[in-house]
């Protein structure tokens, strides 16, 4: 058996044997699984008008706490320290040695809005650092959940970039979105033509047992 982990909110494109993967629960595109920004496609569009190319809608800045592993913030601030000494100063600002945060300051989540231009700059940023935080960490024998190490350091990143570079931001709170299975659920029932007392049954029993531990 293959396992793949995948991180940073859609910024992928999955290959299996050279074919493009887009079945949609393994390919959901740049957004969380089960929430989004709550803001209307029309919003965004007067933002971008109001703001300019430039701006950056993103989640409410919060309080974040330390990182689980200071072993891998120690090799973030030094890969930071070497190849952008800039964002290594504004990093410091923001955040503390264990990778908490120095006040409400980290737009997490990895979510936003942002032009192609910038979204591209940004990118550049996130993945050479990332990249070379990976060749010096490698993989890491932990819990499944804290192998994700790149998508931690990454949320955090997010708001040293648009504070070192000073661009205009927009803040907006989360979308809790249903539950993916229960999404997945409801597109195969539509295709098999389920009734809905039936699909109804099939909800109740996986919202059981596959609750989010992201939900409020």
């Not at 913030?73 to 908490?100: F, H, P, Q």
């Not at 931690?152 to 803040?171: D, Q």
């Amino acid at each position: 058996k293959a396992r793949l982990y995948v991180t940073a909110r859609g910024i992928y494109e999955i290959y299996i044997n050279g074919e493009r993967v887009v079945v949609v629960y393994l390919n959901r595109g740049v957004t969380h699984y089960n929430k989004s920004l709550s803001v209307s496609h029309k919003k965004v569009s007067m933002l971008f008008s109001k703001y300019g190319d430039d701006l950056w809608i993103v989640h409410n800045p919060v309080s974040i706490t330390a990182h689980d592993y200071k072993e891998d913030i120690v090799v973030l601030e030094k890969v930071l320290s070497v190849r952008y000494s800039d964002y290594y100063a504004t990093w410091t600002r923001l955040y503390n040695c264990d990778g908490s945060s120095k006040g409400f300051v980290c737009s997490n989540a990895n979510m936003f809005y942002a032009r192609k231009e910038q979204f591209e700059k940004y990118c550049e940023f996130l993945f050479d650092v990332l990249f070379e935080i990976n060749s010096i960490i490698g993989d890491v024998d932990r819990e499944a959940y804290h192998k994700r190490y790149a998508a931690f350091l990454a949320e955090r990143l997010l708001s040293v970039y648009i504070e070192n570079n000073k661009l205009p931001v927009v803040y907006c709170n989360i979308r809790y979105d249903e539950n993916i299975l229960i999404h997945n659920l409801r597109i195969m029932s539509n295709k098999l033509n389920l009734n809905k007392k039936l699909f109804k049954h099939i909800r109740a029993f996986f919202s059981e047992k596959t609750k989010s531990s992201y939900l409020k």
